[in-house]
Nanobody, 115 residues
């Protein structure tokens, strides 16, 4: 079964850091484009970044300086390191991909940035 599970969400203070994980099963993340998305409260989805199998990373410009994407192929897991967090980064964060034509997305992990 193809599955994605995000984790690592938490409540942090402004200026803090957090690392999210995206654990995949049923497919290899190294074979597919892997994306991070987020959905702020009462708003639509926002694209953060896409990591391609050849290692090329495409990132949304306004977040590129603070967010870092990495992966561990042995663990079949992708990570999103977020620094200098702001209240407007509060959102449900998702990992997503398309495996053999089927869109796959996890249940999301909640990040709340608040003092």
């Amino acid at each position: 079964e193809v599955q994605i599970v995000e984790s690592g969400g938490d409540m942090v203070q402004p200026g803090g850091s957090l690392t999210l994980s995206c654990a995949a099963s049923g497919f290899r993340i190294s074979d597919y484009d892997m994306s991070w998305l987020r959905q702020p409260p009462e708003r639509g989805f926002e694209w953060i970044s896409t990591l391609r199998p050849n290692g090329t990373l495409h990132s949304e410009l306004s977040m590129k300086a603070r967010f870092t994407v990495s992966k561990d192929d042995a663990k079949n897991t992708m990570y999103l390191r977020m620094d200098s967090l702001k209240p407007e980064d509060t959102a449900l964060y998702y990992c997503a991909t398309s495996v053999k034509g089927d869109y796959v997305r996890g249940q999301g992990t909640l990040v709340t940035v608040s003092s």
